[in-house]
């Protein structure tokens, strides 16, 4: 499965931003597996957002769930992360991801590694 991001590079603080990261090769419906998005701003630790199950169940970083949304659109073989009230702290490279799990974890991996889909990444500036 390819992992394609994509969205505005550069959002107005205050704003919404939402990006969607379309999936080739494959369907986010296959049984067991979940969709992440994640996170890399400068200087600062990779940060776990948020994710999609095959089934259409949503699970979010407890730090930013009040500002996120996740949803899907199978027809499209898409799903987007929108997250409201952007402010600078939000800019980073936002990465799409996919794995399989028996079970949703009660912690979710940042690394690359421990994905067995990964897209390229997308920067996002917020900026006025």
């Known amino acids: 499965v390819r992992l394609q991001e994509s969205g505005p590079g550069l959002v107005p603080p205050s704003q919404i931003l939402s990006l969607t990261c379309a999936a080739s090769?494959?369907?986010?419906?296959?049984?067991?597996?979940?969709w992440s998005w994640i996170r890399q701003a400068p200087g600062k630790a990779v940060e776990w957002v948020g994710a999609?199950?095959?089934?259409?169940?949503?699970y979010y970083n407890p730090s930013l769930k009040s500002r996120t949304s996740i949803s899907r659109d199978t027809s499209k073989n898409q799903f987007t992360l929108q997250l409201n009230s952007v402010t600078p702290e939000d800019t980073a490279v936002y990465y799409c991801a996919g794995r399989y799990y028996q079970l949703a974890p009660d912690n979710w991996p940042t690394h690359p590694h421990d994905y067995k889909y990964w897209g390229e990444g997308t920067q996002v500036t917020v900026s006025s």
């Open positions: 090769g494959g369907s986010i419906t296959a049984k067991n597996y979940y």
């Open positions: 999609i199950s095959y089934s259409g169940g949503t």
